[in-house]
């Protein structure tokens, strides 16, 4: 499944999501860079990193146009 966390902060939701549904696909977004850096740096110690991808912008300007989720 592709999954979108809307302001992620520290990943705690999309990291958790990726760690127990192995086949999930996880986007996640922040306007903060700071936030991205440290869901970044959980997101390796879990080793979910190369499962989910990382999108700075507001809400649904981070994420390309025409992306499709099955759940928000």
């Known amino acids: 499944p592709e999954v979108l966390d809307l302001g992620t902060g520290?990943?705690?939701?999309?990291?958790?999501?990726?760690?127990?549904?192995?086949?999930?696909?996880?986007?996640?977004?922040?306007?903060?860079?700071?936030?991205?850096?440290?869901?970044?740096?959980?997101?390796?110690?879990?080793?979910v990193a190369t499962r989910v991808e990382f999108r700075q912008g507001d809400l649904f300007a981070a994420v390309p146009?025409?992306?499709t989720f099955d759940l928000i």
């Open 10 to 47: 520290s990943g705690c939701i999309a990291l958790t999501i990726a760690h127990r549904a192995k086949g999930a696909r996880v986007t996640a977004t922040d306007v903060s860079p700071d936030a991205l850096a440290v869901a970044q740096k959980n997101a390796e110690k879990l080793g």
């Open 65 to 67: 146009a025409g992306s």
